[in-house]
């Protein structure tokens, strides 16, 4: 499912001939997402996105669930790449509940899991924004305590693997006491630079809040008197700028994302945006609308393709 090398072979199928491809309007090859037919899969990898892992309750028992049932796939991904909100909520809490969500993470990952990891930051791991009781001087204050609890050097940063690129982005931009999805001038220029100098290889951006997203229009009520209402949360407020920018990238093939909690894909200008379900579902409670708690396996072909699979792995509400 989700993926076009499906409708690219039907399309063939359907011409009875393979040959045929070099002939049809330059929608198949054009953007190459559509796949060649002797193409080569060189990555496997996992996006766990949304773990909420709370300091008590059944959520560590159900990531470490997720993630055996990964490391134990007999196709297993050669990694695994975490979407942000990896704890269930930093920015409210004290140092306490900071320290011990963060340790019954880290408690799962280190027993549960053998496959490597990227992270990327949520909203959720990050400490103090919202809560007065926190001083800014703190020195693990913001994202400083997540950076280091994941030995990140940084919030942003790319890094190359099987002949493909991968772009993993800061959404999270403070915004009073609460945080809007944005680069900043800083990033946005760091970004700019880093697909000018990777052309040559098929790149994937993954973000915590959707660059474009239809369903963040479906997380909470958005319908106004007046018309659709998506807040600067739930989507990226620099998406017309970013967009641009993948217009004169054209190596950008496909967008990661979470936040939203609900599957969905959207194609534009030649970028497929995939935002993924939640690990957690319903922040545990189960499926969350249509989407259930899951983690998706995404394949990377040779060609600058890939396919997605959103797959369940079994959580059941407490007995
Ligand atoms: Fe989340």
Known sequence: MNSDTT?????????????IASLLPG???????????????????AHFTDCHVNRYGAD???????????????DRPAMILFGGDMIFE??????????????????VLKNSNAVPVQ????????????????SPNEPLYGKR????????????????????HFVVLDSVSRFRMGYIGKLGPEQLEWLGQDLGTHREKPTLVMSHIPLLSACSAFFGPSERPFGWSVPGALM??????????????????????GHIHLV?????????????????????????QETPPGYALIDLYDDGTWHRDYNKYGWQPAA
């Not at 993630?67 to 007999?74: A, G, H, R, T």
């Not at 990226?236 to 994302?257: E, G, L, Y």
């Open 236 to 257: 990226h407020m620099d998406s017309r700028h970013i967009k641009d920018m993948f217009n004169q990238n054209k190596q950008v093939k496909v967008a990661i994302s």
């Open 264 to 288: 969905e894909r959207v194609d534009y200008n030649g970028v497929s945006y995939l935002c993924d379900g939640a690990v957690c579902g319903n922040w545990w409670r189960g499926p969350f």
């Open 90 to 107: 930093g920015n409210s809490v004290d140092a306490q509940a900071m320290r011990d969500q963060w340790s019954e993470f880290r408690g």
């Open 60 to 74: 560590a028992h159900w990531l470490a669930k997720a993630l055996e049932q990964v490391n134990d796939l007999k």
């Open 7 to 19: 409708s690219r072979r039907n399309l063939l199928k359907a011409a009875g001939m393979a040959g």
């Open 145 to 164: 305590w997540a950076l280091d609890t994941l030995q990140m050097e940084n919030a942003n940063y790319s890094f190359d693997r099987a002949g493909w």
């Open 119 to 134: 992270y990327c930051l949520g909203n959720h791991d990050i400490w103090g924004w919202s809560n007065r009781a926190v």
């Open 27 to 45: 929608l198949a090859l054009a953007d190459g997402r559509k796949g060649r037919p002797n193409r080569k899969r060189v990555l496997r990898f």
